[in-house]
């Protein structure tokens, strides 16, 4: 990330949900490089977890770097406080621009063989908090002229991700989509931008967790671009989105992947032989 601040968002109210610390030091997550990303270029930050102590993290590295931003504790899968927190955001700052919806949580398991009980976590979790955020943020941008929602999909959302099914995660991802289209098209007259972001590869905490080396080398020969994504790569497409220079963008979906989705296994398939 570059250590160059910005006015890209100033006099911005942002939201960005999912925004605790991950990871350990520099190696931060989607939502918290989002975060960091919008307070340097000015936006004022609701920063919302259901982990205080990740959201902590998260503020005190944005006010190291001079940003403002204040942390709420909620469960965006919860009604109430998805309404509290477009609440807070009102009480504490005037108004609000910008909903980053970035909350997720994986789903294996394919239609066959996953547990039911997993199926409603999963989709409660990634693809009902976007329609309960939005629900509370709507018409608070309203009031403000307008805004910009960017809602964070998945390539898994697209194109089957992985040799391992993840059946509800891709329901999930894909659901967002399909939910971003049709509010992009039903808020527009009320001057609100709806965007997906589908990231790749992107080499986050999370993944770490669950990847081993060799994966994760996998993972970047599989781009056409042969090189690692970062959390950072996706906080600068949700930045863009954000901002005043997306005006006449609505109702799109912007792949972060290094190419992956222009490519067939085929064609990439000299690329995953033997060292490079």
Request: charged residues 20%; aromatic residues 4%.
């Amino acid at each position: 990330m570059t250590t160059d601040r910005g006015t890209r968002l100033s006099g911005k109210v942002a939201i960005v949900t999912g925004a605790g610390a991950t990871g350990n030091g520099d190696f931060v997550g989607i939502g918290q490089a989002i975060s960091m990303l919008l307070a340097r270029h000015g936006a004022q930050v609701l920063l919302v977890d259901r982990e205080e102590q990740n959201a902590e993290t998260t503020l005190a590295m944005i006010r190291e770097d001079g940003g403002d931003a204040s942390v709420f504790v909620g469960d965006v899968t919860s009604n109430t406080d998805c309404q509290d927190m477009a609440d807070a955001a009102i009480s504490r700052y005037g108004k609000l621009n910008v909903l980053i919806n970035n909350v997720g949580i994986s789903g294996p398991g394919s239609v066959t063989d996953v547990d039911e009980e997993l199926w409603d976590t999963v989709i409660d979790v990634n693809l009902k908090s976007v329609m309960l955020t939005s629900k509370h943020a709507i018409p608070r941008m309203i009031e403000a002229g307008g805004g910009s929602i960017v809602n964070l999909s998945s390539i898994v959302g697209l194109r089957a991700g992985s040799g391992s099914p993840s059946h509800p995660y891709a329901a999930s991802k894909g659901g967002i989509i399909g939910l971003s289209n049709s509010m992009a098209v039903h808020y527009g007259r009320d001057q609100i931008r709806v965007n997906c972001i589908a990231p790749g590869h992107v080499h986050s905490p999370m993944v770490a967790r669950h990847s081993s080396q060799e994966m994760l080398e996998l993972r970047r020969r599989a781009g056409p671009l042969g090189i690692e994504g970062t959390p950072w790569d996706v906080a600068w497409a949700a930045l863009f989105l954000a901002s005043d220079e997306a005006r006449w963008v609505s109702g799109a979906t912007l792949p972060v992947d290094a190419g992956l989705l222009a490519a067939t296994p085929l064609a990439m398939f000299p690329h995953l032989q033997g060292p490079e």
